[in-house]
């Protein structure tokens, strides 16, 4: 492969990472045609976006891109595949249906809420890692919750106290 080449998809790689929320490093290899034709139709399906790397190639790219993400060198080996999302835990979900009938992908690494993840042993901690939005969706939730019960309860008095003022008014 010609350095120009080299270069150029070293420069989508990383406008890839850069403009990602979330990725997983993975290892596909092994799959048959049709298992891998599966795994990608998934990940169109889901919308995940699915790129087979050279480990070299996507080095460099780390390098080039905004973001701390050494601690992901050192699963660069082997095949590897990147599979790009806007939501964090999709991936892990995928990788888990997946596996159920399969060995492979394995969970080599995840960038995922600006947090680093090695290690195939962590895809079900993945899985519940929730995003921002939903964090802040379960904060409004319990603040939303007490105001509530309080305008519930003011509501509730307002009739009992209507219906006893009622009643001392008919006596």
Not at 22 to 39: E, M, P, R, V
Not at 73 to 79: Q, V
Not at 107 to 124: P, R, S, W
């Amino acid at each position: 492969m010609k350095r120009e080449d080299k270069n150029a998809i070293i420069d989508q790689l990383t406008e890839e990472i850069n403009q990602a929320k979330h990725f997983y490093i993975t290892d596909i290899g092994g799959l048959d045609a049709g298992d891998t034709l599966a795994f990608r139709r998934l990940c169109f399906k889901e919308d995940v976006k699915l790129l087979v790397v050279k480990n070299t190639l996507l080095k460099k790219a780390l390098d080039r891109a905004q973001g701390e993400y050494e601690e992901l060198y050192p699963i660069l080996n082997g095949p590897t595949s990147v599979m790009i999302t806007e939501t964090g835990n999709k991936p892990a979900r995928m990788i888990q249906t997946f596996r159920k009938n399969h060995e492979k992908p394995v969970l080599k690494g995840a960038y995922v809420e600006q947090c680093v993840y090695t290690g195939e042993n962590l895809v079900d901690k993945l899985i519940t890692v929730k995003s921002r939005e939903e964090l802040i969706a379960d904060v409004i939730l319990i603040l939303k919750s007490p105001m509530q019960n309080v305008l519930s309860q003011l509501n509730s008095g307002k009739h009992i106290l209507a219906g006893v003022v009622k009643t001392l008014s008919d006596r």
